[in-house]
């Protein structure tokens, strides 16, 4: 997808102190030239609202031990309207460059699946490999059923396969598997500071996975890193926009701003990395932890 992907944002409730901004004044339109909004005036949040979203060009393929923030910095010199950075703006990595450049990747061949393994691979034609990989990385298998595993991750995510993906891995694709970052939060906060080394603006990074969604079909970007930005808005006691006060409203930001990247960079482009402008968030010093929602809340265990 060429250019930056542009969509409406209602007005909301904002509460000062907001770093992000939930309007891009000016009249930058994105349009055939692919620009970005101009830089927003006056007070930050409110008003009509714009945010544009950028995939950034020439990112090469990423080997384990790659600079994946030099390369970064580079697709942000490439990329057409990326620069000069703005203090609404979040970088969205994909976990796929990140496990990679960290090394977070298995070699299928020299895996030895165990029989459950076999035995489950057989049944639903998949890779015993793979299995045992996931079946390795899992703190807890919630379901392995129809040839669909689920499980508890280290990091505290429940999700398809532990996140190890054997998809976009690059010219070794069908011998090599990818794991989830060992801790994507300080992942992300590497990239964030040497986007601040280079531009001097302090740019949040989120780290993105497609995750899968209970009762619905496809899946959808979210967060599983941050820096620099807190990943949940608690709006319960605020009003809404009726004057009502808002009783169990959290705002999954975070995710919002992955999915939003997502549109912007596909799983087949080859484009990794997304700038989002103009959306409303709240900086901070949060963790993805932060999202990952405590066992005693878990209706379904």
Known sequence: MSGPLTYGMPARHRRTGDAGSGQAGGTGAAGAEGALPDEPSGELGGGAGRVAVLALDGIPEIQPGDDLAAALLAAL??????LPLRADDVLVVTQKVVSKAEGAVVDLTAVTPRSEAVAFASQWSRDARQVEVVLREARRVVRMEGGVIITLTPQGFVCANGGVDASNVGPASGSIVTLLPADADASAARLRAAVRERHGVDVPVVVSDSFGRPWRWGVVDVAIGVSGLEPLEDLRGSPDH?????????????DELASAAELAFGKSTGRPVALVRG??????????RDVVMPESFDLFR
Not at 77 to 82: C, H, R
Not at 242 to 254: E, F, H, L, P, Y
Not at 279 to 288: D, H, N, T, W, Y
Request: glycine share 10%; charged share 30%.
């Open 242 to 254: 009726d004057g009502r006060v808002m009783r169990s409203t959290i705002r999954a930001v975070a």
């Open 279 to 288: 959306a409303a968030f709240r900086r901070g010093e949060g963790s993805i």
């Open 77 to 82: 010199d490439a990329t057409p309207t990326a």
